[in-house]
């Protein structure tokens, strides 16, 4: 089987996660104008329409590293390593937007987004002998991660 072009390898990667992403937020979306307005939270709680171009811009950074790691790795089992951390890291972002908006839960939430500051720290580290820049379009994400890691704490605290 031929493996597809690095242009298909990009539009994949960007699109996919774009769109995965975005699927999440149909739960979001819901739960903000009801639930999510009744919570107590901090005072640096960004305005809600803050949100939805925040995270298409690092959804659109993860998808361009990803592709840049499937597209540029040479070594196929330290690339499929990689992808996989970027696959398990993804997961466990869509996972937070169901748990803490679907199941209103910000307990359970903050559990996830602790491990998901971990499997980002991971996916950095295994994308970053295969494509440095790569790397370093995740530190944005890792940033704006860490910072609603904050938020969710302070709402289980405020709550």
Known sequence: MRSPSPLVRYLLCIFGTVLLGSLSGLVTVQAIETWYNTLNKPWF???????????TVLYILM???????????HDRLQQRKALWYYAFQFGLN?????????????????VIIVLLLF????????????DVRAAWLLYPYLAWVS?????????????
């Open 63 to 73: 998808g361009t590293a990803a592709a840049m790691v499937w597209t540029n790795g």
């Open 94 to 110: 869509l996972a937070w937007s169901l748990v803490f908006f679907g199941l209103r839960s910000p307990v359970g939430a903050l």
């Open 119 to 130: 499997a980002i720290g991971l996916c950095i580290r295994a994308f970053r002998p295969i």
């Open 45 to 55: 709680n960004p305005p809600n329409w803050v949100f939805g171009p925040v995270w």
């Open 147 to 159: 910072f609603a890691t904050v938020l969710n704490a302070a709402i289980v605290y405020l709550n």
